[in-house]
């Protein structure tokens, strides 16, 4: 009778395995991982090193390029799996109503802090003196009475226009100089080449945090906002994804980076390299972030996740 038993328990614990396991496995249309890109150099990045874990576990991640508003109303009616931009306090306004309706999920823990988004100058010219918003007006002559933007329209561009027609921080006399993004970063690095004072709307991540030695400047909470204009990203998802894939979904709400990462991971994409190429040599520099993304991460068929996606980014 021992002995039926014993047989007993370890076909009911067999079977408890099994059950788990499947449960744990995804379903075939949870292969198809799909995001959403809204056109922004370091969404590409985040986005390029989901997709490029994702192929290592075995499934086929694709990307949608789309507006904010269409991305939202994607994730809504499920045609997005994952969103990886969603940018706080900016686009607050424009995914509340679809979180109040429980048609969209934002995860909990951003998947990246310490965004920045304010005034920036030189290393030399923030160690010549001009380290707050209230400096800019002292060192006029020396600046040129200009502050550079990137293209007109712009949310940042508007903010010091408006500092300039109100006459905030004593700015009434300077000039706002619009170009585009990289018409604005040439201006920057002629003026570093010929250590020239300039003082310019930065932002991180970015490459120019990697390339250019550069400081933000304080002082600018009542126009930027608090902490050089933080930001928190965070993902959004259908609200049922998590019970739909939930393997894919564990590795969604793992992902965590950094300003380093993306600044570094963008490099490349911003001289025109796939991102997912980009991302892909990034891992392969740096696979010691593949633990903690990985955790409790199967590839799509159940097998060891980390180990397949290592094997994976060494191959490629």
């Not at 250590?195 to 126009?223: R, S, T």
């Not at 998590?242 to 793992?254: F, G």
């Not at 892909?280 to 180990?307: E, I, R, S, Y």
Request: charged share 20%; with cysteine.
């Amino acid at each position: 009778m021992n002995q039926r038993l014993t047989k007993a328990g370890w076909a009911l614990a067999a079977a408890a395995l099994v059950t788990t396991s499947a449960y744990a496995s995804d379903s075939a249309v949870c292969r198809n991982v799909r995001f959403a890109d809204v056109g922004w150099t370091d969404i590409a990045a985040t986005t390029g090193l989901a997709s490029a874990v994702f192929e290592g576990l075995g499934y086929n991640p694709t990307k949608t390029i789309a507006s904010v508003p269409i991305t939202f109303a994607g994730i809504k009616s499920k045609q997005i799996d994952v969103f990886l931009g969603y940018w706080s306090p900016t686009m607050d306004p424009m995914i509340e109503p679809f979180v109040k309706a429980k048609q969209i999920e934002v995860l909990g823990t951003p998947n990246l802090t310490g965004a920045k988004y304010t005034l920036a100058v030189p290393d030399y010219v923030y160690n010549g003196g001009l380290k707050s918003f209230d400096d800019i007006q002292k060192f006029a002559d020396k600046l040129g009475g200009r502050i550079y933007g990137i293209e007109p329209g712009n949310d940042g561009n508007a903010l010091i226009q408006k500092m300039i027609t109100g006459n905030q921080y004593g700015l009434g006399k300077f000039k706002l100089v619009e170009s585009s993004e990289a018409g604005m970063l040439v201006q920057v690095n002629k003026a570093i080449r010929e250590k020239q004072w300039i003082v310019f709307l930065g932002w991180e991540p970015h490459p120019m945090n990697v390339q250019m030695k550069i400081d933000y400047l304080n002082g600018g909470d009542a126009v930027f906002g608090p902490n050089y204009g933080e930001a928190k990203v965070f993902t959004a998802t259908p609200p049922d994804y998590s019970t739909r894939c939930p393997n894919a979904a564990k590795l969604v709400s793992n992902l965590h980076f950094t300003t380093d990462i993306e600044n570094h991971v963008m490099m490349p994409i911003m001289d025109k390299q796939d991102p997912n190429k980009a991302a892909t040599a990034w891992l392969k520099k740096n696979p010691q972030v593949l633990d903690k993304w990985l955790a409790g991460v199967t590839t799509f068929d159940g097998k060891d996740g980390l180990a397949a996606v290592k094997s994976y980014i060494a191959s490629h």
